[in-house]
């Protein structure tokens, strides 16, 4: 499967849809065959079913094992079925995969695996970076850049030759321009970004988009500079939004005005939590850490409002805390109640 860089056309992703399912963190592909080793609970696994959706929409892999769909069958076998289908709305949808620090090639593997048996890209997110997330909830990440390097070696040998999208390091770049980052740590920061992004543009047909902060937080004359010097002009393309709640519409604009300064560079938004906008009330400094009231955003796809915006993009998972903050789980972590919130308020 050619997945040519530069165009829209790079998501189309060819091959028919096949039934994987998700076997650990590895995420081993399995083949199903209908009537083998029913047990008791097969009808409300055929019930709680995930299936990919359109390949011409939305060419990117729906991960028939989430916790979403976990969250779906468990609410089945309940009895649960309005909870359930609620809970649908985010199971259905292709949202990324966060590769882990501790078996990033196995896992890396197993996602694109499974995607390229279904005829689908998978959609991947690097968030390892050393003294990531200045130690607030998200805080951790390689040992020292020679680990970073080795992790993102493996994440390559992982992928290989199947399609995926790598979003790259959310707030690495954003940390590096708003002082969070100490200074001792900026250049070797730059330089890992740089090789990061040349490792996994090398490869056939992995397409990569860095991070490049949100509609929120500042003006792009801020950052475009910063994002140079970490290899956007040899990326794919930057991402905006990531785990944020600002509008597509407010992201776009933004995306459009940096884009401008990257020499016309394509984006790609998360839509996955924007339905109603960003919160605006409580303490302003923790307005992002699960604020009440947000509503899933528009599904993903490759049909987007701007020929510039590649795609809409899940890549925050919706469901998942973003720290221990207003009642949450650490940062990550399945939060139904949080879910189930984010469904019902988009109705």
């Not at 995306?255 to 016309?264: D, F, H, I, P, V």
Request: glycine content about 12%; overall charge negative; some cysteine.
């Amino acid at each position: 499967m050619d997945v040519s860089r530069g165009t829209r056309a790079r998501f189309l992703a060819a091959g028919a849809r096949a039934c994987a399912t998700a076997l650990g963190a590895a995420l081993l592909a399995a083949g199903c065959s209908a009537g083998e080793g029913r047990g008791p609970d097969d009808d409300t696994s055929r019930a709680a079913a995930i299936t990919q959706q359109p390949e011409g929409t939305d060419p990117f892999w729906v991960n028939p094992d989430s916790q979403a769909a976990r969250q779906v069958a468990a609410y089945l076998k309940e009895g649960r079925t309005a909870d359930a289908e609620q809970i649908r709305k985010i199971a259905e949808q292709p949202t990324a995969e966060w590769i882990g620090p501790e078996h990033p090639e196995q896992e890396a593997r197993g996602f694109t695996e499974a995607a390229d048996k279904a005829g689908r890209i998978a959609l991947l997110v690097l968030y390892n970076i050393p003294h990531r997330d200045c130690g607030q909830y998200s805080q951790g990440g390689a040992s020292d850049g020679d680990a970073y390097r080795a992790w993102v070696d493996a994440v390559a040998r992982g992928i290989g030759d199947r399609p995926a999208m790598v979003i790259l390091e959310p707030d690495a770049v954003l940390h590096l321009v708003d002082g969070c980052t100490p200074e001792e740590f900026e250049e070797e920061r730059y330089d890992l970004l740089r090789g990061a992004v040349d490792t996994l543009t090398a490869l056939k047909n992995t397409t990569v988009y860095l991070d490049a902060g949100n509609a929120g937080w500042g003006h792009p004359d801020e950052i475009y500079e910063p994002l140079l010097r970490a290899g956007a002009d040899r990326a794919d393309g930057f991402a905006v939004n990531v785990a944020n709640f600002y509008s597509t519409e407010d992201s776009l604009a933004y995306g459009k005005q940096l884009s401008e300064r990257l020499g016309g560079k394509h984006f790609v938004i998360d839509t996955s939590r924007n339905g109603n906008g960003p919160y605006t009330g409580g303490d302003p400094d923790e307005r992002w850490c699960n604020p009440p009231g947000r509503a899933l955003g528009e599904a993903p796809t490759t049909r987007t409002a701007d020929p510039l915006v590649d795609a809409y993009l899940w890549v925050k998972r919706p469901g998942e805390s973003d720290g221990t903050c207003k009642g949450g789980p650490k940062a990550g972590d399945w939060w139904p109640q949080y879910a189930m919130e984010l469904a019902r308020a988009g109705e």
